[in-house]
């Protein structure tokens, strides 16, 4: 679970037009762009490929995993079409945690192990390091 960060966020825009005639543009959750998310051509060099696999807000101890889902409008505050991408069941306390990695391409697999600082309420004390 986690989306290449340079991939497209699975949103979608449309043209409503009201009674009136005005044309309003309004965006939406794809959930048909989700698989986007989860597949990136690479090109093999040095400078390598972000992907976002955890979501952390300013002021709160707990983080979440993110994912293409973390769109969907019922992570949205309440009330509004602002997104949180908080979703309950992917809360994540403070505290380290193992993340492992798997890229696939055809018959090739490759893990790679990190693990996840998650510590006190600021964004900051969110980040990976690679174990050794």
Known sequence: MAKWTRSREP?????????????????FFDQKLISEGLRLDLVADAGGEEIDVTIKHEGESDCW???????????????STVHVWSNPEWRILQGE???????????????????????????????????K
């Open 65 to 79: 995993a993110f994912s293409g889902m973390s769109y969907h409008p019922k992570y949205a505050e309440e009330g």
């Open 11 to 27: 949103m979608a825009t449309h043209l409503i037009q009201d009674d009136a005639g005005r044309w309003t543009q309004v965006e």
């Open 97 to 131: 945690w193992l993340v492992e990695v798997v890229a696939r391409s055809g018959q090739i697999e490759t893990k790679q192990n990190f693990t996840l600082y998650n510590h006190g309420a600021s964004r900051r004390g969110l980040y990976l390091r690679q174990k």
